[in-house]
């Protein structure tokens, strides 16, 4: 071969068609693959998040279907000061931007308040430490109830009026009675050990008795 004969297809008009038709072919398939894969991703599409913090799940599920997304109830948490039920977070958050039939996970209040156990402080603590370890696991507490025993010593704990037992619980935020004593007992005692101290003086200060007849 030639080199005349190698350069020929230059002058042969089939190959330029062929080679024109190939180029668009290829550039059509490759418009057609990245805009098909533009729908089927929803690029540059976007739809920003409402925040639904405060609402019940039902407006909760309305507000998100309106932007075309969806939710579901993934998790419960308890905040005392909001109304069981209603929507406490959500992932993804307000204001972020996801493609539109995302799943917005909701996390609400649960309905039923959490029970906590009630320290154990009856008999083995003064009235400030108990009041300190109460107070620390989310209980409140009322005025104390005195009860004849050591001052400021703890003899129990009442809950709606009854004595609760080791072990007990009571919901989160409930409030608490100390049976705290008022230091009765410890009088008692004193009295008691003062009036045997002077009964003991008096026999050691009263005469002896004349044995001399027998």
């Not at 599920?61 to 998790?75: E, P, S, T």
């Not at 419960?76 to 996970?105: F, L, M, W």
Request: contains cysteine; negative net charge; glycine residues 8%.
């Amino acid at each position: 071969m030639t080199i005349k004969d190698f350069f020929s297809f230059k002058e042969n008009k089939y190959f330029w068609v062929n080679l024109i038709g190939m180029i668009a072919v290829a550039f059509i398939l490759l418009t057609g693959l990245m805009k098909g894969l533009d729908i089927y991703t929803r690029h540059g599409e976007a739809v920003l998040v409402p925040d639904a913090k405060g609402m019940t799940v039902e407006q909760a599920k309305m507000l998100f279907r309106n932007r075309g997304l969806l939710c579901i109830v993934a998790d419960s948490s308890y905040e005392k000061d909001k109304p069981a039920g209603c929507v406490i977070d959500h992932n993804p958050a307000g204001g972020q931007k996801v493609k539109e039939g995302r799943t917005i996970y909701l996390t609400i209040n649960t309905l039923n308040i959490p029970l906590r156990l009630i320290p154990d402080v009856a008999d083995n603590s003064s009235v400030r430490q108990a009041q300190a370890r109460i107070l620390a696991v989310g209980f409140k507490l009322s005025e104390d109830e005195p009860v004849s025993g050591e001052k400021d010593w703890v003899y129990g704990v009442k809950y709606n009026g009854r004595q609760i037992l080791p072990g007990d619980k009571a919901p989160i935020g409930a409030t608490l009675t100390l049976m705290v004593g008022d230091g009765t007992a410890q009088d008692s005692i004193e009295n008691v050990e003062a009036d045997s101290l002077d009964n003991t003086k008096k026999e050691v200060d009263a005469p002896a008795t004349d044995d001399s007849w027998f």
